[in-house]
């Protein structure tokens, strides 16, 4: 394939620079949308992909479910390791990652916590078991539940109560750590998130 004179960087010299500009192979994959052309609205066709997704969103869900389920079972068949507890950091991760894309926005507080109980514990044999269990627990019992009328307020009420209790737990895990206190007792940088 020969390369066209825009494969090449164009070099602008003048009395005591040089500005070289590389060559942008994105402009080639690229397309430009006619204002007036709504149909070929890329936004708009990305949107369609994702609605003609959504029906395998509660499918997905669940099986992020059951390996957060399976990492929990791991921790407590074998403890806190390393590799057990990077599986269950990892499986919450992707949970608060995924759940508001998948349609299950309520199931992203409680990951989150998990997560935090889990980056801002510095030994992990002291992390409670049961606090790891009521944290998958909730995780399963709202998406389990998602259809019910009062999903939301049993899911607020299910996550203002774990973050009070792994506050706590990280308050006191923590409490020789300043600079790892004043992380968490930070307040959010955007409103209606948590540190």
Known sequence: MAKSRNDKPSVATY????????????????STVAANDPADDPVERAEQALAGLASEFSNWMDE?????DAARRT?????FSRATCEALFHAAHDIK???ATFGFPLVVAP???LCRLIEHTAD???????????HVDAIRAIVRESARPDVEEMAGALTRRLREVTDDFLRHENRDRPEVLDELLA??????QHS
């Open 97 to 99: 990652g995924e759940a």
């Open 124 to 134: 992990m044999q002291r992390i409670p078991l049961g606090l790891v269990e009521q």
């Open 187 to 192: 307040p959010p940088l955007a409103p209606g």
């Open 64 to 68: 992020e479910c059951s390996r957060i």
């Open 15 to 30: 009395a005591d620079y040089e500005v070289i500009t590389p060559p942008n192979p994105l402009r080639k994959a690229a």
């Open 75 to 79: 921790v407590k068949a074998k403890g």
């Open 111 to 113: 990951a989150e916590s």
